[in-house]
């Protein structure tokens, strides 16, 4: 069965330092998301991609984050200048249609330090 | 302002016992609902959606769902729990239309099984 794969599944960096995590969504799918889940705390919402630019964005997606779909299979976000309360559970979902339901991977633990 | 609330925070259960867990939402335009489980250290998989139709929904491992308009939930259910359900039950709520889509989230239900 088709899966969103998550690239790494945990990572480690330092405060300030550049971090890109990697998605790739199934591939007819045609819409992408990225939400972050902090530790005991709800799944909250980061960005929406889609025919390769932002569709809507949360109010926690600031300048220190982007997204790229940089070929016809990768979904990448980055942030430029990591923060300890960027630590979280990052996850990555895409769709083939407006009307059916997100399809998560399985997530990517930013431990930041 | 949009939102779901998950009230329990935490559930205990006994294997075999039967299951609710509640959902409420507030929501601008006709929702579409979804129930998500999340075991330790994985992700989010779908257990149910509500799209439109017959508002008692079936999904996946036996569990339930029915949506109930007047009072903006949608609760899960579940007969009889089996050890394996003891997760984090998340409750979503979303439009969908055009490119948008994102969800909005619950704080989520933890459920322990007690043998």
């Known amino acids: 069965e088709p899966e969103v794969t998550q690239t790494p599944s945990h990572q480690v960096t330092q405060m300030g330092q550049e971090v890109i995590l990697r998605c790739v969504p199934i591939?007819?799918?045609?819409?992408f998301y990225w939400y972050r889940q902090i530790l005991g705390q709800k799944v909250e919402f980061l960005v929406s991609?889609?025919?390769?630019?932002?569709?809507?964005k949360s109010e926690i997606f600031d300048d220190q984050f982007s997204v790229e779909r940089p070929d016809g299979s990768n979904f990448t976000l980055k942030i430029r200048s990591t923060k300890l309360e960027d630590s979280a559970m990052y996850f990555c979902?895409?769709?083939?249609?407006?009307?059916?339901?997100?399809?998560f991977g399985q997530g990517t633990r930013l431990t930041v330090v | 302002a949009q939102s779901v609330t998950q009230p329990d925070i935490h559930i205990t259960v006994s294997e075999g016992a039967s299951l609710e867990l509640r959902c409420n939402y507030s929501y601008g335009a006709t929702p579409y609902l979804f129930w998500y489980v999340q075991s330790p250290g994985q992700g989010l998989q779908l257990l149910l959606k509500?799209?439109?139709?017959?508002?008692l929904v079936q999904g996946i491992k036996g569990f339930e769902a029915e949506f109930k308009r007047s009072q903006s939930s949608f609760n899960l259910r579940k007969p009889s729990v089996h050890w394996s359900d003891a997760a984090e039950y998340f409750c979503a709520v979303g439009a969908y239309g055009g490119s948008q889509g994102n969800l909005i989230f619950g704080k989520g239900t933890k459920l322990s099984v007690k043998p």
């Open positions: 979902a895409s769709r083939p249609l407006p009307t059916t339901e997100a399809f």
């Open positions: 509500y799209f439109s139709g017959d508002t």
């Open positions: 991609f889609y025919n390769n630019e932002i569709s809507e």
């Open positions: 591939s007819n799918h045609l819409y």
